[in-house]
């Protein structure tokens, strides 16, 4: 009698565990996600530079979120979001900023200036100028066209 309670408890973990769980597996790709870079690094002192774009979009391919690193001497830079993003129109304008965090001093970070980018994005790169600003966006004292080319493309 025991055995045939053992027996169909352990047909019903098999189909929980390897029926059912493998159609709720693979759900449908929700997210999209881009990453567009001109990252590289100088052989002569370690040091890096350029620009990594990571843009997130949703099903519809509208961006929902992103992340930039801009590399100056630091190969290890971290991931800044993004904010204000806008995509417009036929030929894809883009435009966002980034803050730039520093030290505060006390263990922390505050944000010391902004990241400007306006451009253009296709599937195969993002082109524009990107202009490091005050923080509160009032002056901008230095421009950089940039070209970062797409590196990989893929669902969430």
């Not at 993004?82 to 006390?106: C, M, W």
Request: hydrophobic residues 35%; proline residues 3%.
């Amino acid at each position: 009698m025991r055995s045939k309670y053992t027996a169909r408890g352990l047909i019903f973990m098999l189909l929980v565990n390897f029926g059912w769980t493998a159609k709720a597996a693979s759900p449908p790709a929700t997210e999209f996600v881009s990453l567009y870079s001109s990252w590289k690094m100088y052989a002569e002192t370690g040091d890096c530079g350029g620009y990594t774009l990571t843009l997130i979009q949703g099903r519809k391919r509208q961006i929902m979120r992103g992340y930039l690193q801009a590399y100056a001497g630091n190969c290890e830079d971290a991931q800044t979001p993004i904010e204000n993003i806008q995509l417009r129109g036929k030929h894809a304008t883009l435009s966002f900023t980034a803050p730039v965090y520093a030290q505060d001093g006390k263990g922390g970070l505050q944000i010391f200036a902004n990241w400007k980018f306006s451009g253009t994005i296709s599937k195969n790169r993002v082109k524009g100028k990107m202009e490091y600003c005050s923080i509160d966006m009032q002056s901008c004292n230095s421009s950089t066209s940039i070209v970062l080319p797409a590196v990989t493309h893929g669902t969430l």
